[in-house]
């Protein structure tokens, strides 16, 4: 009979508030990473000490985690809580929402006190005066969507049908999003729109074309408009209800509003 081992007790990290006089004989040797699962809420616990090896009040301070990816691009910034009626514990949760887009890797993090003017003061991963830590993302423990597709890359499409054409549209690079190995009775697309301080009329677009190639024929599948105050926009498409179940290749076409200097950031498609 196969015997297995299971454990349910806090992801802990030591945390250095102060290292002012901090004795040798209490250097850290070794700060473990943390590990965090895609499909899956996280906890992170904080164990926040000062130089006497004694937990501190964390009350009162707005304490923060910057979590980076290997190209140094923030990620996520988490709020770290005090553990309620305990002192010197603090939590940080990461939902699964949070991180389903990005890719397994070795993250960066940064766990730093929020103060007044947004200024930052470090707390360290170790008394050699380290700042930071690593945060390993695994995947493969729940079943998972495919990683989103990112669409970042936006060119001005030129109309040469109509000389002196002065409205600029821009259309973005091809995406595939029918799946081979979608097996469900019915696929859907979800969109995501990063827009920064953007105002422009939004078209989805779809073919059913197995290939793209200049002379595809391209479907406007919905048209919407994006306002300078918007921070995110999802749209969700049902096939059979809003496109036929052969659809092969999907784009997003804008024109924006005239003297508008905004940009749309990035899009997540998951399909």
């Known amino acids: 009979m196969q015997k297995i081992s299971s454990y349910l007790y806090s992801n802990r990290i030591s945390v250095v508030a102060d ?6 004989e209490w250097t850290s040797v070794y700060q473990r990473n943390i590990k965090i699962y895609k499909g899956m809420k996280n906890t992170v616990e904080f164990d926040i000490r000062n130089a ?6 964390i ?3 707005n304490l923060k985690c910057l979590i980076m990816d290997t190209f140094n691009k923030e990620v996520l910034t988490v709020d770290v809580d005090p553990v309620p009626n305990t002192v010197g514990l603090a939590t940080m949760t990461i939902y699964a929402q949070d ?5 397994p890797q070795f993250l960066k993090y940064t766990l730093y006190i929020l103060g007044e003017n947004e200024h930052k003061s470090p707390l360290y991963g170790d008394t050699q005066f380290g700042i930071g830590g690593i945060i390993e993302l695994k995947s493969g423990v729940v079943p998972e969507l495919p990683d989103p597709q990112i669409v970042d890359n936006f060119v001005y ?5 109509t000389p002196g054409n002065y409205v600029y549209t821009y259309v973005s690079d091809s995406v595939e999003v029918n799946p081979r190995n979608d097996i469900n009775d019915q696929h859907s697309i979800k969109l995501e729109f990063w827009p920064d301080t953007f105002n422009a009329t939004v078209t989805v677009q779809i073919t059913n074309d197995v290939v793209v190639s200049a002379a595809t024929e391209w479907n406007d599948l919905e ?6 105050s918007t921070d995110r926009v999802t ?3 049902n096939e ?8 092969g290749w999907l784009r997003i076409k804008y024109i924006p509003d005239t003297g508008n200097t905004g940009k749309i950031d990035k899009v997540l498609v998951f399909s």
């Open 19 to 24: 290292l002012a006089s901090y004795p040798v």
């Open 157 to 161: 499409l030129i109309d040469d049908t």
């Open 52 to 57: 006497d090896q004694k937990r501190i009040n």
């Open 59 to 61: 009350n009162s301070y």
């Open 240 to 247: 059979i209800t809003d496109y036929s179940n052969n659809i």
């Open 223 to 228: 048209t919407f408009n994006i306002t300078s």
């Open 235 to 237: 749209k969700t498409y």
């Open 99 to 103: 991180i389903g887009y990005i890719s």
